[in-house]
Each structure stands twice: as structure tokens, then as C-alpha cells.
């Protein structure tokens, strides 16, 4: 039997688990497995910045495949302390991290040592488990358990805490015969399956709601088999956007009260019948539950059981892994369709088409200062249908989400229920890490894009190259927007005359020096028709340089963005001219039809 520390035996196991990224700053009380992960070799780590921002690229580089596991890991008390917002991300998206911290001996713990706090109690609210290992013995079984869990049921992270004498003290640990656990996935049964598929045939307007349940499980190409051999539209949710193309025949649009379509809210609201699969039916989504159910019927298919009936209750529930459920609506749809007893929806079907093709919002504005909407045109000419992009929360997410367009499974990553500020620099740097080929492209506004900029220098320093797109009003727009209903306008403002940079007038932080100060190439655009020669040439740096290049667009200082100021999907207000000419919005998904 091999002996080794207890710290050696837990990078061991990372490696057989299938870690070969981890993301952190090291200090005194985690030094002793910083050095196991040195003497062991074959785990690829990348220095942050900041405590958080490692969390944040663990949630990025976890979310980018399947199967992959971000690992985050940091000193003792404050770094803890600072993995809790990326804890709460990962944990209200589904998304399995793993941190690590050091602490303190076991012998101080309780007797506020420097930097010991009870990081485990503070972080269980916000991870399936979170553990201050006590025993050098345990930890394989820690770490074992940690593993089983993030990918059993709903997944999410854990965080096992190593006082230094544990990570120390040597254990009997043989690497070469350790296993993992399997993992535990509830599955539907047929019965279930041919109820809820019973419920479906019954329905004359049926629609899926498809939810980053479908995307963990990696099952976005039995969910769009399942969704043609039916002839049943789908809305994907904001975490499951990109489980069919936005330009698929069956693709709905998306429904919500912020980041929705015209045609996706009235489409649903036409339709008689929802299956929803993977999804929590979140209040950005649903908004109104008396409005978004009534007149219809429900099937939930979720992985925890627990989820089916909390926010409404189903006409029917099913507690299932979305592939195990999709395995067999597939299967029986195939035998529905072999025997003629699948109705026609292709009316139905052509019908939210229709839609897709009247209700637009427009995009095309010539205004200087930007309006924000040609960003996101400009973005669709300049970005293919490989893009990957990154953002978190904002008018900016809300507008994107609106205007982009997203082709693949993984290729709009986003933080949907934490919406951290600071979230999508480290988050996109975690993307890159993960898929080193792929066109990565974050999506900020101005107070996103300064909470954590320092991450940027991460990027510089371990070539990790991206693109950034920073709308800048120099406002808290989202705020901004939302205070209206207090007729209000109060600490808002980001605007300031910066005695460095006087030609930016009352925009303030100079994020061109800021950038290019942290390592990084950096591009400012003050005119629309120059976007997309400066989206072409970041392109062309990024891959030159091996560095994030941010490209600024200067806007308006105010606009208002597309949403329903009364928590109503059939009342969101369009603050802006709509689309009434098919050159109000070229990229649009259908030419619009007037």
C-alpha cells in the first residue's frame, strides 16, 4: 500500500475524477497541497487574481462541456469567505464546482486563529455539502463522497475545507486501485412517460419548455428528436438556450418577462399545453403565475423531486434525469408516429413561425452616442454560429438575450439565478481555459465589467484570449430602469470627468488603460458604422496577442430595454420603436414580413 499525505492523496484523486484544470491563489494554509499538486503533475492551474474570480472560472470552465468538473482553490478564512458568491452561482444554476480551502490547525480552529473561520457552516446553505475534514484518514472518502454528489441528482458544488495538519499528516492511499462512485440519476418509467405523452396528443396547442436540465444532462439532440418527430414548438429557457438553433423550424423563441421575445410571449400565450423538461420555472420566466397558467396545462420532468410543485403545482410530475426521460419520449414518439397516432401540429408550428417573422424588435439605429441595439447587430454580422458567448446580468444580458443569436448547447453561458456582478470576465476566462479553440465572446456593461477587471491581467499573464464587448453609459441601466417605478434617479451614476482622460467627457474609468495597464489590447467605438471593423480587428488581435481584447462601445446615456414593468409576459412594454421594415433588423432570425 502506497503512503502518502493526506493533500497527495486528494490530488490523486482529482487527476482519477477527471480533473486536469484547477483555478486559485495559494497561501500559507493550503501551501501543502499546492505542494502535492507540483510533486503529482498533470493538473493544468491557472493563478487568479481574486478568490472569487477563481470560483467564477471554475462555474465557466465546468459549464463549457460535459462532464467537466471547475475546481477552485484557495488559503484559508477570507478565501473561503470570497468562493461563497461563486458557491451560490454554481448551486442555483445546477452546476457542479469543487472548492478547496486550507484552514487552520485542528488544534486552533475554535480559538480565532489567524484566518480560521467555520468556512464549512458558512458555506453549507449554498453547496450540497460542505465538510472541515478532521481526519487525514477520511479525506479519500471526503473526496470520493464530493465527487458522487456533484454528480448525483441535481448537480451543484461542494467545498471540503483541510485544516494544514490534515493536508500533513500521512495516510495508507493507493491511487492506482481508487474508483469513483457512480453517480445517481432518477429515471422516469414508460408508464410515466406514455402519460405525459398522452396528455400532450390530447392538447391542440402544445409547446416544450426546455431548461438547462436538458443541457447537463447532455441531451439538446434527443430533446430536438423528440420535438420533430412531435411537431411540438419549443421555448428554451435563458439556461437552456441553445438546445436547438434559433433558427430551428420548432424554435419558439424565448418567454419571459426581460430576456424573451415578442414572439416567444405571444406564442405561449396562445398554447394550451406545456411540458416542461429540466427547467424551474423561474420568476424571470413565468413571471405572473395566475397570467403564465392559466389556460393551460402542465407536465414538470425534473431531476429532483423535490423541485416538481414548488413554485406551482403540475397537472402531472415526473422525477427524472431529462435524458432517461428523453431516452423514452423518444422511443415511444418513434412508436406513436410508426402506428399513425400523432396528431398533425404542423399548423401550430407554422404559427409561431408566423410570429417570429411580425414581431421583431428593431436593431438598426445610425444615433451617436450608440444606441445599445446595433451592438448586438453588429455582434450577430461579426460573431458565427461556433461563437460561445459569456455574460451575467444587466441590461446589457437582458438586450443580448434578446438581439444575439445562439446556435449550439453551451454556447450561451450565464449566470441565471446568482447574476453576480463581476461574474463574466472570470467566467469567460474559465470558458477559454476549457475550449482553447472556440470563439469565446463576453458580454458586459460598464459596472459588470469594473467589479472584477483585475481578472483581466489572468488572462495576460496565462494567454487565455478572448473578446470582451463592454457597452459602456456610464449608468447603472438595469437599476436605472427599475427605479422608475419610485420615480426616482438616485446613486446611479457612474459619470465623472476624468482629469486623465478628458476626451471621454462624463463616461469616466477609462477602461482602454485600464485594460492595456493590465496586459491587455483594448479598442474604444464612438460610432456605429465603425463596430464592426472593430469586432473584426479584436478578432485579429486576440489570436495575435494570446490576450483578452476588449472592445468599448461608447452609448446613450440612457435606454430603456425591452420588459414588463407590472411581473406580466403578456404585458411587456417596448420602450423603443419597434420593427417595421425588414432594414430595421437585418440579422434578425426571419426577415421580418410586413
Given at each position: 500500500?502506497?503512503?502518502m499525505?493526506?493533500?497527495?492523496?486528494a490530488?490523486?484523486?482529482?487527476k482519477?475524477?477527471?480533473?486536469?484544470?484547477?483555478f486559485?491563489?495559494?497561501?500559507?494554509a493550503i501551501?501543502p497541497f499546492?505542494?502535492?499538486?507540483?510533486?503529482?503533475?498533470?493538473?493544468?492551474?491557472?493563478?487568479?487574481?481574486?478568490?472569487?474570480?477563481?470560483?467564477?472560472?471554475?462555474?465557466?470552465?465546468?459549464?463549457?462541456?460535459?462532464g467537466?468538473?471547475?475546481?477552485?482553490?484557495?488559503?484559508?478564512?477570507?478565501a473561503?469567505?470570497?468562493?461563497?458568491?461563486?458557491?451560490y452561482s454554481?448551486i442555483?444554476?445546477?452546476i457542479?464546482?469543487?472548492?478547496?480551502?486550507?484552514?487552520?490547525?485542528?488544534?486552533?480552529i475554535?480559538?480565532?486563529?489567524?484566518?480560521?473561520?467555520d468556512i464549512?457552516?458558512?458555506a453549507?446553505?449554498?453547496t450540497k455539502m460542505?465538510?472541515?475534514?478532521?481526519?487525514?484518514?477520511q479525506?479519500?472518502g471526503?473526496?470520493?463522497?464530493?465527487f458522487?454528489l456533484?454528480?448525483?441528482g441535481r448537480?451543484?458544488?461542494?467545498?471540503?475545507?483541510?485544516?494544514?495538519?490534515?493536508?500533513?499528516t500521512?495516510?495508507?492511499?493507493?491511487?492506482?486501485?481508487y474508483?469513483p462512485?457512480p453517480?445517481?440519476?432518477p429515471?422516469?418509467?414508460?408508464?410515466?412517460?406514455?402519460?405525459?405523452?398522452?396528455?400532450?396528443?390530447?392538447?391542440?396547442?402544445?409547446?416544450?419548455v426546455?431548461?438547462?436540465g436538458?443541457i447537463?444532462?447532455?441531451?439538446?439532440?434527443?430533446?430536438v428528436?423528440f420535438?420533430e418527430?412531435?411537431?411540438t414548438?419549443?421555448?428554451?429557457?435563458?439556461?437552456?438556450?441553445?438546445?436547438?438553433?434559433?433558427?430551428?423550424?420548432?424554435n419558439?423563441?424565448?418567454?419571459?418577462?426581460?430576456?424573451?421575445?415578442?414572439?416567444?410571449n405571444?406564442?405561449?400565450?396562445?398554447?394550451?399545453?406545456?411540458?416542461?423538461?429540466?427547467?424551474?420555472?423561474?420568476?424571470?420566466?413565468?413571471?405572473?403565475l395566475?397570467?403564465y397558467?392559466?389556460g393551460?396545462?402542465?407536465?414538470?420532468?425534473?431531476?429532483?423531486?423535490?423541485?416538481?410543485?414548488?413554485?406551482?403545482a403540475?397537472?402531472?410530475?415526473?422525477?427524472?434525469?431529462?435524458?432517461?426521460?428523453?431516452e423514452?419520449f423518444v422511443?415511444?414518439?418513434r412508436?406513436?408516429?410508426?402506428?399513425?397516432?400523432l396528431?398533425?401540429?404542423?399548423?401550430?408550428?407554422?404559427?409561431a413561425?408566423?410570429r417570429?417573422?411580425?414581431?421583431?424588435?428593431?436593431?438598426?439605429?445610425?444615433?451617436?452616442?450608440i444606441?445599445p441595439?446595433?451592438?448586438y447587430?453588429?455582434?450577430?454580422k461579426?460573431f458565427g454560429?461556433e461563437?460561445?458567448?459569456?455574460?451575467?446580468?444587466g441590461?446589457?444580458?437582458i438586450?443580448?438575450?434578446?438581439?444575439?443569436?445562439?446556435f449550439?448547447?453551451r454556447?450561451?453561458?450565464?449566470?441565471?439565478?446568482?447574476?453576480?456582478l463581476?461574474?463574466?470576465i472570470?467566467?469567460?476566462?474559465?470558458?477559454a481555459?476549457?475550449?482553447?479553440?472556440?470563439?469565446?465572446?463576453?458580454?458586459?456593461?460598464?459596472?459588470?465589467?469594473?467589479?472584477?477587471?483585475?481578472?483581466?491581467?489572468?488572462?495576460a499573464?496565462?494567454?487565455?484570449?478572448?473578446?470582451?464587448?463592454?457597452?459602456?453609459?456610464?449608468?447603472l441601466g438595469?437599476?436605472?430602469?427599475?427605479?422608475?417605478?419610485?420615480?426616482i434617479?438616485?446613486?446611479?451614476?457612474l459619470?465623472f470627468?476624468?482629469?486623465n482622460?478628458?476626451?471621454?467627457?462624463?463616461?469616466?474609468?477609462?477602461?482602454?488603460k485600464?485594460?492595456?495597464?493590465?496586459?491587455?489590447k483594448?479598442?474604444?467605438v464612438?460610432?456605429p458604422a465603425?463596430?464592426?471593423?472593430a469586432?473584426?480587428?479584436?478578432?485579429?488581435?486576440?489570436?495575435?496577442?494570446?490576450?483578452?481584447v476588449?472592445?468599448?462601445?461608447?452609448?446613450?446615456?440612457?435606454?430603456?430595454?425591452?420588459?414588463?414593468?407590472?411581473n406580466?409576459?403578456s404585458?411587456v412594454?417596448e420602450?423603443e420603436?419597434?420593427?417595421?421594415e425588414?432594414?430595421?433588423?437585418p440579422?434578425?432570425?426571419?426577415t421580418?414580413?410586413?
Amino acid at each position: 500500500m502506497a503512503r502518502m499525505t493526506a493533500a497527495r492523496a486528494a490530488v490523486e484523486i482529482l487527476k482519477r475524477e477527471g480533473v486536469s484544470n484547477a483555478f486559485g491563489v495559494p497561501g500559507a494554509a493550503i501551501n501543502p497541497f499546492y505542494a502535492a499538486l507540483k510533486a503529482s503533475g498533470g493538473i493544468n492551474h491557472t493563478l487568479a487574481r481574486h478568490v472569487e474570480g477563481a470560483s467564477h472560472m471554475a462555474e465557466g470552465y465546468t459549464r463549457t462541456h460535459p462532464g467537466n468538473i471547475g475546481v477552485c482553490i484557495g488559503t484559508s478564512g477570507p478565501a473561503g469567505t470570497d468562493m461563497i458568491t461563486g458557491l451560490y452561482s454554481a448551486i442555483g444554476d445546477s452546476i457542479p464546482i469543487l472548492c478547496i480551502t486550507g484552514q487552520a490547525p485542528t488544534a486552533v480552529i475554535h480559538k480565532e486563529d489567524f484566518q480560521a473561520v467555520d468556512i464549512a457552516s458558512i458555506a453549507k446553505p449554498v453547496t450540497k455539502m460542505a465538510v472541515t475534514v478532521l481526519e487525514a484518514a477520511q479525506v479519500p472518502g471526503v473526496f470520493q463522497q464530493a465527487f458522487h454528489l456533484m454528480r448525483s441528482g441535481r448537480p451543484g458544488p461542494v467545498l471540503i475545507d483541510l485544516p494544514i495538519d490534515v493536508q500533513l499528516t500521512e495516510i495508507e492511499f493507493d491511487p492506482e486501485t481508487y474508483e469513483p462512485l457512480p453517480a445517481y440519476k432518477p429515471a422516469a418509467t414508460r408508464a410515466q412517460i406514455e402519460k405525459a405523452i398522452g396528455m400532450l396528443n390530447a392538447s391542440e396547442r402544445p409547446l416544450i419548455v426546455a431548461g438547462g436540465g436538458v443541457i447537463n444532462a447532455d441531451a439538446a439532440e434527443l430533446l430536438v428528436e423528440f420535438a420533430e418527430l412531435t411537431g411540438t414548438p419549443v421555448v428554451p429557457t435563458l439556461m437552456g438556450w441553445g438546445l436547438l438553433p434559433d433558427d430551428h423550424e420548432l424554435n419558439a423563441g424565448m418567454v419571459g418577462l426581460q430576456t424573451s421575445h415578442r414572439y416567444g410571449n405571444a406564442t405561449f400565450l396562445e398554447s394550451d399545453f406545456v411540458l416542461g423538461i429540466g427547467n424551474r420555472w423561474a420568476n424571470r420566466h413565468t413571471g405572473k403565475l395566475d397570467v403564465y397558467t392559466a389556460g393551460r396545462k402542465f407536465v414538470h420532468v425534473d431531476i429532483e423531486p423535490t423541485q416538481i410543485g414548488k413554485i406551482f403545482a403540475p397537472d402531472y410530475g415526473i422525477a427524472s434525469d431529462a435524458k432517461a426521460a428523453l431516452e423514452l419520449f423518444v422511443e415511444v414518439a418513434r412508436e406513436l408516429k410508426a402506428a399513425g397516432r400523432l396528431p398533425d401540429r404542423s399548423a401550430w408550428a407554422a404559427s409561431a413561425q408566423e410570429r417570429k417573422a411580425t414581431l421583431q424588435r428593431r436593431t438598426h439605429f445610425d444615433d451617436i452616442p450608440i444606441k445599445p441595439q446595433r451592438v448586438y447587430e453588429e455582434m450577430n454580422k461579426a460573431f458565427g454560429p461556433e461563437t460561445r458567448y459569456v455574460s451575467t446580468i444587466g441590461l446589457s444580458q437582458i438586450a443580448g438575450a434578446q438581439m444575439l443569436h445562439v446556435f449550439k448547447p453551451r454556447h450561451w453561458i450565464n449566470c441565471g439565478q446568482a447574476g453576480p456582478l463581476g461574474w463574466t470576465i472570470p467566467a469567460a476566462l474559465g470558458v477559454a481555459k476549457a475550449d482553447p479553440e472556440a470563439q469565446v465572446v463576453a458580454l458586459s456593461g460598464d459596472y459588470d465589467f469594473q467589479f472584477m477587471i483585475e481578472e483581466l491581467a489572468v488572462g495576460a499573464q496565462h494567454k487565455i484570449p478572448y473578446v470582451h464587448v463592454l457597452v459602456n453609459n456610464s449608468y447603472l441601466g438595469l437599476i436605472r430602469q427599475a427605479q422608475r417605478a419610485f420615480d426616482i434617479d438616485f446613486q446611479v451614476k457612474l459619470e465623472f470627468e476624468n482629469i486623465n482622460s478628458p476626451e471621454l467627457g462624463v463616461y469616466g474609468v477609462d477602461h482602454v488603460k485600464v485594460a492595456e495597464g493590465l496586459g491587455c489590447k483594448a479598442i474604444r467605438v464612438t460610432d456605429p458604422a465603425e463596430l464592426g471593423a472593430a469586432l473584426e480587428q479584436a478578432k485579429k488581435l486576440a489570436a495575435e496577442h494570446q490576450v483578452p481584447v476588449v472592445v468599448e462601445a461608447i452609448l446613450e446615456r440612457v435606454t430603456n430595454i425591452s420588459m414588463s414593468t407590472t411581473n406580466d409576459i403578456s404585458n411587456v412594454v417596448e420602450f423603443e420603436e419597434i420593427a417595421t421594415e425588414p432594414e430595421h433588423a437585418p440579422t434578425s432570425i426571419r426577415t421580418l414580413k410586413v
